[in-house]
């Protein structure tokens, strides 16, 4: 049952009733309350955006914030019943974090085809595996990719700051 919001008990009543959000506010649902869907869902809750996070296990949530404003539901997103109860139908972005990428497919598959999520992001563990998300319409975020690219481009940025010092 999701925990946390002060006038909703369960996140189907919030569902039922309709969405107040002003100019700018996202609905998110995100998708594994680790390390990166904490981070994600606090950043976006201290945003003032309407976030939902889901997570299989309870203790998962101990990583939010105490500030942070929005839903948390326990249960297991590769089941329709947990998605509808997250109302990944009504969301303008479903961020899936989990650390298996073959759920994360699965579960941005569903979103995509089923419930017509328009934006989805995975976090994608394996590179490889970034052009199958992308053909389905899955916007991928890789941190072996971000990180390398990021040595890269510091180790090219030290490089050129020394041919300069040289001159």
């Known amino acids: 049952m999701p925990k946390g919001h002060p006038s909703h008990s369960t996140a189907e009543e919030a569902a ?39 997570d299989q296990r309870s203790g998962a949530f101990d990583a939010l ?32 974090a989990t650390e298996n990428d073959n759920i994360n497919l699965m579960v941005g598959q569903v979103a995509r085809k089923i419930f017509n999520v328009q934006r989805v992001i995975a976090r994608v563990s394996e590179p490889r595996r970034e052009e199958v998300f992308s053909e389905l319409g899955i916007e991928t975020i890789c941190p072996a990719v971000l990180v390398g690219d990021e040595i890269v481009e510091s180790l090219h ?6 041919r300069q010092e040289d001159s």
């Open 16 to 54: 039922r009733e309709p969405r107040v959000r002003r100019e700018g506010q996202l609905f998110v649902v995100v998708i594994g309350c680790g390390r990166l869907g904490s981070l994600v869902a606090n950043r976006l809750s201290f945003r003032d955006h309407h976030v939902t996070v889901v």
């Open 65 to 96: 914030a105490p500030e942070y404003s929005g839903f948390r539901l326990e249960g297991d997103a590769t089941e329709f019943a947990t998605l509808r109860e997250a109302d990944i139908g009504q969301a303008d972005v479903l961020i899936i």
């Open 157 to 162: 940025r030290d490089r050129s700051l020394g």
